[in-house]
């Protein structure tokens, strides 16, 4: 018997990581065994939250939940995903826009690191959640609150 732990890398800047994105957590745990959230710091990059708020966020989201890690990284996500071992990186496609883009990522990712990308449609309820729109309600002073995930939520069932 096989007892070799799946695991797979979700990466993303996740300023803030909202409902749309622990959806996708949530949906690659019923895939995986591990998974290994990368978080994005990039000293040239203007963020919203720090590195810190949007590591601790994620971590206190997934603190009661053993099958998830959460890491910061910078550099190419071939290269975490071969530091922690993953066998695929999960990306989440709301959009043919956001398919082409992932898409080209995902041949990268497999020349240059042989790994492979499984892309997974968003649910439509919560395809108009991004970051970007969070950021754009904020701006607007809007209450985009509806968009992050309640603490709690993402406990193992």
Same mark, same amino acid.
């Given at each position: @018997?096989?007892?070799?732990?799946?695991?797979?890398?979700?990466?993303?800047?996740?300023? $803030?990581?909202? %409902?749309?994105? +622990?959806? @996708?957590?949530?949906?690659?745990? /019923?895939?995986?065994? &591990?998974?290994? %959230?990368?978080?994005?710091?990039?000293?040239?990059?203007?963020? #919203?939250?720090?590195?810190?708020?949007?590591?601790?966020? %994620?971590?206190? =989201?997934?603190?009661?939940?053993? *099958?998830?890690?959460?890491?910061?990284?910078?550099? #190419?996500?071939?290269?975490? +995903?071969?530091?922690?071992? &993953?066998?695929?990186?999960?990306?989440?496609?709301?959009?043919? *826009?956001?398919?082409?883009?992932?898409?080209?990522? +995902? /041949?990268?990712?497999?020349? =240059?690191?042989? %790994?492979?990308? =499984?892309?997974?449609? +968003?649910? $439509?309820? =919560?395809?108009?959640?991004?970051?970007?729109?969070?950021?754009?309600?904020?701006?607007?002073?809007?209450?985009?609150?509806? @968009?992050? $995930?309640?603490?709690? &939520?993402?406990? /193992?069932?």
């Amino acid at each position: @018997m096989d007892t070799t732990l799946r695991k797979a890398l979700f990466v993303g800047s996740f300023d $803030p990581f909202t %409902i749309g994105h +622990a959806d @996708m957590a949530r949906r690659a745990l /019923e895939l995986f065994d &591990a998974l290994v %959230i990368g978080v994005g710091v990039n000293p040239r990059k203007q963020h #919203l939250f720090t590195d810190e708020q949007r590591l601790d966020a %994620i971590r206190r =989201l997934y603190a009661d939940d053993k *099958r998830v890690e959460v890491v910061a990284y910078d550099g #190419l996500a071939v290269n975490l +995903a071969r530091r922690v071992g &993953a066998q695929a990186i999960v990306k989440g496609v709301r959009s043919v *826009r956001d398919f082409e883009y992932e898409r080209d990522q +995902a /041949e990268l990712n497999r020349r =240059l690191g042989n %790994i492979e990308t =499984l892309l997974l449609f +968003a649910d $439509p309820t =919560l395809a108009a959640v991004s970051s970007s729109a969070y950021r754009e309600l904020l701006h607007f002073h809007q209450d985009a609150s509806w @968009m992050l $995930p309640q603490p709690g &939520a993402s406990k /193992e069932g």
